[in-house]
C-alpha cells in the first residue's frame, strides 16, 4: 500500500484576499517530491461558486428549519501537470469561502494535507482602487518636528498636577493644510 502525504498550495490554513474576477490556482503534490501516483486523483473540495447555497445554509440553521449542512460544498476535479495536480478558478462572487486539495488512490481512499481548510475572503472588483485611507498625526507638522524629544520636565510636573485634578491636557499640534497652486 503506497502513503502518500500531500502539500497543498496555498497551504492550508492560510487566508487569501482576493477580488472578484481574479484567478485562484490550487496545486496538489506530495511532500517528498516523487511523482504522485498514476492511477490516483486529485480534487478539491470547495464552497467556491456557491455562495447563495452557503447564504442559505446559514439561515436556515439559526432558524427553525432543519439546516441544510454542507450543501454548499462540492468536489472539483483537479488536472494533471506533470507531478503534481492543479485547479484554476475564477472567482465570480462576493463571500468567504474554503478549501482544501486531497488525493484519492484507486481503491476510493482519500489521503487529504494536515491542517485545516485554505480560507478566501473574495471583495468586490470595485474595492481593489480608490478607497485608501490616510492617517496623519498633526503633532508630526507642528513647530516640534524635528525635535529630537519633546519631553519638558517644567511642563509635565505641571501636567501631573492638573491630572491629579482631574483634568486633560492635550499637547500642541501642527496644522495641515491644503496648498493650491497660484
Same mark, same amino acid.
Given at each position: 500500500?503506497?502513503?502518500? *502525504? !500531500?502539500?497543498?498550495? !496555498? ?7 482576493? /477580488?472578484?474576477?481574479?484567478? *485562484? ?11 504522485? +501516483? @498514476? #492511477?490516483? %486523483?486529485?480534487?478539491?473540495r470547495t ?6 447555497? &452557503?447564504?442559505?445554509?446559514? $439561515?436556515? =440553521?439559526?432558524?427553525?428549519?432543519? +439546516?441544510?449542512? @454542507?450543501?454548499?460544498?462540492?468536489? *472539483? +476535479? ?19 469561502? #474554503?478549501? #482544501? ?19 478566501? =475572503? ?5 474595492? %481593489?482602487?480608490?478607497?485608501? $485611507? ?6 508630526? /507638522? ?6 529630537v524629544t519633546?519631553?519638558?520636565?517644567? &511642563? ?8 491629579? &485634578?482631574?483634568?486633560?491636557? $492635550? !499637547?500642541?499640534?501642527? #496644522?495641515l493644510c491644503?496648498?493650491? !497652486?497660484?
Amino acid at each position: 500500500m503506497q502513503t502518500l *502525504v !500531500p502539500v497543498m498550495t !496555498p497551504a492550508t490554513g492560510e487566508r487569501l484576499l482576493r /477580488f472578484v474576477g481574479d484567478r *485562484v490556482r490550487f496545486t496538489l503534490r506530495s511532500a517528498d517530491g516523487k511523482a504522485l +501516483p @498514476g #492511477k490516483w %486523483r486529485g480534487l478539491l473540495r470547495t464552497n467556491f461558486g456557491r455562495g447563495q447555497v &452557503l447564504r442559505n445554509e446559514i $439561515i436556515t =440553521s439559526r432558524g427553525s428549519e432543519k +439546516p441544510m449542512t @454542507g450543501a454548499s460544498w462540492r468536489d *472539483v +476535479p483537479m488536472q494533471r501537470e506533470g507531478d503534481q495536480w492543479f485547479i484554476e478558478l475564477t472567482l465570480a462572487e462576493v463571500g468567504y469561502f #474554503k478549501a #482544501k486539495a486531497y488525493a484519492v488512490d484507486e481503491r476510493g481512499f482519500q489521503f487529504w494535507p494536515d491542517g485545516p481548510d485554505a480560507g478566501l =475572503s473574495v471583495h468586490p472588483s470595485s474595492y %481593489r482602487t480608490a478607497n485608501t $485611507i490616510y492617517c496623519a498625526f498633526t503633532r508630526l /507638522f507642528g513647530e516640534t518636528k524635528t525635535a529630537v524629544t519633546t519631553a519638558n520636565r517644567q &511642563l509635565e510636573a505641571q501636567f501631573k498636577q492638573l491630572d491629579k &485634578l482631574g483634568f486633560a491636557v $492635550i !499637547p500642541p499640534s501642527g #496644522k495641515l493644510c491644503a496648498h493650491r !497652486p497660484a
